[in-house]
């Protein structure tokens, strides 16, 4: 069984916006403007709703943007794992015991970036993207719940919920 994800679940393998500006500026990226990326998401919310209302029955309107919400809720997980892995695999050529490539402590070839470096820097740019894709799941988020009036929760088919047991509780 596969388990929902959920916008806390995302927020916690997602850098915070203090490490996101951190790693910006440390590898020279552009930094993220969260509050921008998160009110905007959540104003085209309200625009696709309003496009879609005369056009889609009540039910719809929950369904549909339900499904969207889920996107971008996804995307950011994807986003945020990819980062996670990328982080590790930095740690790992940074460290003597768990890099078979590192021959001591030498540095590169004089003017290039070492593997280590270049690894790092790649991994705080998927750092940022996770972040920014953060923001536009929570802006997404906040907009359901403007143009449904309820919290927005990740779609859970019959088969993914956990099946009523004889006692009737759910099994573990």
């Known amino acids: 069984m596969r388990q929902a994800i959920t916008l806390e679940a995302v927020r916690a393998i997602t850098p915070t916006e203090a490490k996101a500006d951190s790693m910006a500026v440390t590898f020279g990226l552009e930094p993220v403007s969260h509050a921008a990326i998160r009110d905007n998401i959540q104003e085209h919310m309200a625009r696709i709703a309003n496009e879609l209302r005369d056009n889609l029955n009540d039910k719809a309107m929950v369904i549909f943007p339900q499904r969207v919400v889920g996107a971008f809720v996804g995307g950011a997980h994807g986003a945020a794992v990819f980062y996670g892995n990328k982080k590790s695999d930095a740690l790992a050529l940074n460290h003597r015991l768990l890099n078979d490539d ?56 019959a088969s993914s919920r956990p099946a009523p047991s004889s006692s009737g509780q759910p099994r573990r």
Do not use: N
């Open 102 to 157: 590192r021959d001591e402590d030498r540095d590169g070839v004089l003017g290039f970036e070492s593997k280590a470096t270049r690894a790092a820097a790649f991994a705080a740019e998927m750092g940022v993207q996770a972040t920014a894709l953060y923001a536009a799941a929570e802006g997404a988020v906040y907009g359901f719940a403007d143009i449904t009036g309820e919290d927005w929760k990740p779609y859970e088919t």
